[in-house]
């Protein structure tokens, strides 16, 4: 991002950080490697709620059925939306309460295109080449701004934590998307300069120590994949399932990969589910409910979910439904970029 | 000529099985058309409104009375029902068990494992009554093991304070001032004996070997070294809590969870961010006010307030879950809304009297509704029959069956 000079001071638990006068606040904080509850970094999910103690922000993009009328009067704001007008004291209500711990700060890094690969249909991988190493945690995501356009666009890093110095994307064109159709799938190349910035989310580990199951549409398995490593190497013996669901099997990549670690990790079971091409060799219809008839209770399990809204709100009732307690599921909140 | 007693006849009509099925009804009206009214059945003064509600509560001009049906189910002193230096030692004695801090230090050991055994019990069934099968053994069995009850079984408490209850509000009297059915006390003066029967060797117990009980503390607290307070003394003040504290807990789960059964994308959001609970909690006491009408105030003085002329010597009783429908304050407040502007509410009182267990009594319904969401989040209203609530001084749902796929 454009650096503007730090104007203002935000204040929050012990930790002040500088926050420019255009700077959202949420920025400022990850900047300063101060840790605070975020997700979709778009001012839809509300994860980054925060009060405003003392001071003045203007609430900016904030959509109104984020941030209600009542909610602003009462001080509240989108960390992802707000900008200072003032010095700012903030403060976290609830649970949320954990934050200011300190987590990997954002950076901006200018990488380098290493691989541009078709994978399957409307799908590629783009690897990055960092100048330095990038600190973050398995599913976590990036921001790529699309050269000369100012637009920023969210991809989730298919790498574990310790590959750091090439990131790994899964992109799906979108016909007429300024990213995808406009640049990554027509004028992007190999040895390319590319905007990187980030980490961004909370998609990552959690403590949890029972069966995992993971659910990826399209290009939502990108995540899964780095979180299903990690999840491996901590503990060989864990039970994770994960469902790619996909159109049909031209969608499907990575799948030696997956029996890779199939063969490897005994616990380890890779499903792709087709729900619109069917054919012999893979099952149809709908990942969320392949895992509702292979799974007769999710009791003590955690879930993990990446893609298209539907599919993720299809996931959480499936997940309920078999009953993972709610606070074990997990979901990547961005929207799908186009 | 208008004179206010031509325009309010309708009150003579109003009877007490009308306000236990259901007492909004009355209440508007009272709202809108006498806020400060003396209701025949009632034998009393009555306050709907929020405005009133919280002017009596806080005024100089009033202090604490008990109902005349509630003075004959707990006797005296009751810490509802006292003030000046009574009070003051009778609040001094149980607060110190009811500050944050000190609850905070416990609630979560206390509690949480009561809600997982109760869940347990019927999670894989598929299908229970929650008033029944959680929502009062929770609170019960979290209030009786605070108390020192341990051992006694969650039913015998829950089938007290529904008797105590039934005494409490048999609140309706004669034009001659007298109770209107005697017999209706009868039933809980035999619990009252069961529970001297159960809590007299406790306490005498307790009374040679102090113990982490907060009946035990009552006896000792701020007494000189060698002495107890007198057992008759507290006696009223455990029957308070035995209502009270054992039952509201429970109504107020149960309430709060036929709110949001009511509102299922509520429901839903509710499930899927436990944060969101004690908001949820907090709408659920003002939706159904478990302690809908069951305190009181007299007049220290006489007072003009409303339109109304008290001389001294007046009660009023306060209809906090009347006020906490009062369109004043909020927009359609029949409507259970877990985002509607969270204003304060009315159902933990307010002023001198104001409940001493409202922090533990919000953790109490919190912790319950977080176990009972993370065990069974797939859980559905069984939608063959209406909920039905009752009561006019303590209110909440009669039962409540759901079900879920196993």
């Known amino acids: 991002m454009t650096s503007t000079a730090p104007t203002f001071g935000a204040a929050l638990g012990d930790r002040t950080v500088p926050c420019g006068p255009d700077q959202p606040l949420l920025d400022a904080f990850l900047r300063a490697g101060v840790w605070m509850p975020n997700s979709c970094n778009q001012g839809t999910c509300g994860t980054c709620k925060l009060r405003v103690v003392r001071g003045d922000v203007d609430h900016r993009d904030s959509p109104a059925d984020t941030l209600t009328a009542a909610e602003r009067a009462a001080g509240l704001a989108l960390a992802c939306q707000a900008r200072p007008r003032s010095d700012l004291t903030l403060a976290l209500d609830g649970p949320a309460a954990a934050a200011g711990r300190t987590a990997h700060p954002l950076r901006d890094l200018v990488g380098t295109v290493v691989e541009l690969a078709d994978i399957a249909r409307d799908t590629r991988r783009l690897r990055i080449a960092l100048p330095e190493p990038l600190a973050f945690d398995a599913g976590q995501y990036v921001e790529l701004t699309v050269p000369g356009s100012g637009v920023r666009r969210q991809y989730s890093l298919a790498n574990t934590a310790d590959v750091d110095k090439v990131l790994e994307l899964h992109v799906r064109l979108v016909p007429g998307g300024a990213a995808t159709a406009g640049w990554i799938f027509d004028s992007l190349g190999v040895d390319d300069e590319i905007e990187v910035t980030g980490p961004f989310g909370d998609f990552v580990l959690d403590d949890a120590e029972g069966p995992m199951v993971m659910i990826g549409g399209g290009t939502g398995l990108a995540p899964l994949v780095g979180l299903a490593r990690t999840a491996l190497a901590r503990d060989p013996g864990r039970e994770i399932h994960l469902y790619h669901g996909v159109r049909g099997a031209a969608d499907l990549y990575d799948g030696d990969a997956m029996a890779e670690l199939a063969a490897r990790y005994s616990g380890f079971r890779f499903v792709p589910v087709l729900s619109h091409e069917p054919d012999p060799d893979h099952r149809s219809g709908l990942p969320t409910d392949a895992f509702v008839e292979d799974v007769p209770s999710a009791r003590g399990w955690s879930g993990w979910l990446c893609g298209p809204p539907a599919m993720v709100d299809a996931g959480v009732k499936a997940f309920k439904r078999r009953r993972m307690a709610p606070r074990l599921i997990h979901r990547e909140n961005f929207t799908p970029a186009c | ?406």
């Open chain 2, 1 to 406: 000529m208008t004179t206010t007693e031509n325009d309010l006849g309708w009150l003579d009509d109003i009877t007490m099985s009308q306000l236990e099925r259901n007492p909004y009804p009355v209440y508007e009206r009272l709202r809108a058309e006498a806020p400060l009214a003396y209701v025949p059945v009632l034998g009393s003064y009555v306050a709907s409104t929020a405005e009133l509600c919280r002017e009596i509560a806080t005024s100089p001009d009033f202090e604490a009375v008990i109902t005349p049906a509630g003075g004959r189910t707990f006797g005296h002193p009751a810490i509802i029902g006292v003030n000046g230096d009574v009070h003051a030692d009778l609040r001094g004695m149980v607060e110190p068990q009811l500050q944050p801090v000190e609850v905070d230090r416990w609630v979560d050991d206390l509690v949480r494992p009561i809600a997982r055994r109760y869940v347990e019990a019927f999670e894989n069934d598929g299908r229970a009554e929650l008033v029944a099968q959680y929502a009062e053994p929770v609170s019960v069995r979290s209030l009786g093991d605070l108390l020192g009850l341990t051992d006694v079984s969650s039913d015998t408490l829950r089938d007290w304070f529904a008797r105590l209850n039934r005494s409490f509000t048999n609140a309706a009297m004669t034009a001659d001032g007298e109770f209107a059915n005697p017999e209706g006390f009868l039933d809980a003066d035999r619990a009252k004996e069961e529970i001297k029967a159960a809590v007299d060797p406790l306490i005498d117990r307790w009374i040679t070997e102090p113990a982490d009980t907060a009946i035990s503390h009552w006896l000792h607290d701020g007494m000189p070294p060698g002495k107890t307070r007198d057992r008759e003394y507290i006696y009223p003040t455990i029957y308070v809590y035995l209502l009270g504290a054992m039952q509201e807990p429970g109504h107020g789960i149960a309430s709060t969870l036929v709110g949001l059964f009511g509102e299922p994308e509520q429901f839903e959001q509710v499930v899927d961010d436990p944060a969101l609970i004690p908001r949820a909690i907090a709408e659920g006491m003002r939706w159904t006010s478990p302690i809908w009408s069951a305190t009181a105030r007299i007049t220290t003085t006489d007072v003009h307030l409303a339109g109304v002329d008290l001389p001294k010597g007046t009660p009023v009783i306060q209809s906090y879950g009347s006020a906490n429908h009062d369109t004043g304050l909020y927009e359609a407040p029949t409507r259970f809304d877990l985002h509607r502007p969270p204003l304060p509410h009315l159902a933990f009182g307010a002023g001198r009297h104001a409940c001493a267990g409202i922090y533990y009594a919000n953790h109490v319904m919190r912790i319950a509704l977080e176990e009972l969401f993370e065990a069974i989040p797939n859980m559905e209203r069984d939608t063959s029959a209406e909920v039905e609530f009752w009561g006019w001084g303590f209110r909440g749902p009669t039962a409540l069956p759901v079900t879920w796929e196993v």
